[in-house]
């Protein structure tokens, strides 16, 4: 699973090995943060992992721009609340 970022529809893609959009998360960003609106997995996938990695693929591509983040999104906060290793990204 690879996780891309497709600013044309401002949400990052969790996509299959054959290319398909296995689920996403919803983003809008401003010059300083990326708030996290919204998480989808795909029916077909579901149960599989896909939100976690999704969601960490982001997080780890979002780190590397100095971004802080606003996890709106239940999905992405509780992941961050699991994942202590992601609260220095959070904005304050």
């Known amino acids: 699973m ?9 949400r990052f893609e969790a996509r299959t090995a054959e290319g398909d959009v296995a689920g996403y998360a919803e983003y809008q960003k401003t010059h ?6 919204h998480t989808e997995v795909l029916p077909a996938h579901e149960g599989k992992g896909v ?20 996890p709106l999104c239940p ?8 994942h202590p290793e992601y609260t220095d990204l959070v904005y304050t």
């Open 2 to 10: 690879d996780v891309v970022d497709n600013p044309d529809l401002n």
């Open 75 to 82: 999905f992405v906060k509780a992941y961050i609340g699991r």
């Open 51 to 70: 939100g976690s990695t999704l969601v960490s693929g982001a997080l780890d591509q979002v780190r590397g721009t100095g971004l802080a983040v606003l």
């Open 32 to 37: 300083e943060l990326i708030v996290f609106t």
